[in-house]
T-cell receptor, first 114, second 115 residues
Framework: AQSVTQLDSHVSVSEGTPVLLRCNYS??????LFWYVQHPNKGLQLLLK??????LVKGINGFEAEFKKSETSFHLTKPSAHMSDAAEYFCVGSGFQGAQKLVFGQGTRLTINP | DTGVSQDPRHKITKRGQNVTFRCDPISEHNRLYWYRQTLGQGPEFLTY????????KSRLLSDRFSAERPKGSFSTLEIQRTEQGDSAMYLCASSPLPDRKKGYTFGSGTRLTVV
């Protein structure tokens, strides 16, 4: 079945250090891939999206992600974490078997230590 | 563009009661989606509309759930005879056509608690 897997349920980093949130997808086709962020008691906000153009995608707030077809991965990175980055992050896919719906990963909770 | 609005933000109901949620999408968006998010999990797809037509329903959408989008604008999601397992955040999203490459705009959700 087509799916999106986030490899870590919880990531904890110190402020100012790099962030890496890992995501793999399973599909016979190249889907559209997104990263969304959800702060406590807030809605889902789109961070960035990959839609078969450039494989390195830059998003908001200094985040970026690289689509690697050979590894079926779409990891999210940020060079320097900020306290305001603490939130739940979802890797999301669309276009599996032509379907329009979004398929969410399980989420990664990012904690930033001062 | 005022974003996607959902009402109410919170709903507490007794088991067995019916509840209805409303979603107002971004006005020019043709597609409207409903998702459910339980604690510690990612959102799960429930159903989606293209204009007023309901094009897909998940098997998660039991016969106690019904969704409508009568005029292709706002949508309602009704749960009949609520159960404690229905407690979750219900999220609405909208997108323009074609949507796969443009992403989806989510509302802040309606949190349902069934007691």
């Amino acid at each position: 079945a087509q799916s999106v897997t986030q490899l870590d349920s919880h990531v904890s980093v110190s402020e100012g250090t790099p962030v890496l949130l890992r995501c793999n997808y399973s599909s016979s086709y190249s889907p559209s891939l997104f990263w969304y962020v959800q702060h406590p008691n807030k809605g889902l906000q789109l961070l960035l999206k990959y839609t078969s153009a450039a494989t390195l995608v830059k998003g908001i707030n200094g985040f970026e992600a690289e689509f690697k077809k050979s590894e079926t991965s779409f990891h999210l990175t940020k060079p320097s974490a900020h306290m305001s980055d603490a939130a739940e992050y979802f890797c999301v896919g669309s276009g599996f078997q032509g379907a329009q719906k979004l398929v969410f990963g399980q989420g990664t909770r990012l904690t930033i230590n001062p | 563009d005022t974003g996607v609005s959902q009402d109410p933000r919170h709903k507490i109901t007794k088991r067995g009661q019916n509840v209805t949620f409303r979603c107002d999408p971004i006005s020019e968006h043709n597609r409207l989606y409903w998702y459910r998010q339980t604690l510690g999990q990612g959102p799960e797809f429930l159903t989606y509309f293209q204009n007023e037509a309901q094009l897909e329903k998940s098997r998660l959408l039991s016969d106690r759930f019904s969704a409508e989008r009568p005029k292709g604008s706002f949508s309602t999601l009704e749960i009949q005879r609520t159960e404690q397992g229905d407690s979750a955040m219900y999220l609405c999203a909208s997108s323009p056509l074609p949507d796969r490459k443009k992403g989806y705009t989510f509302g802040s959700g309606t949190r349902l608690t069934v007691v």
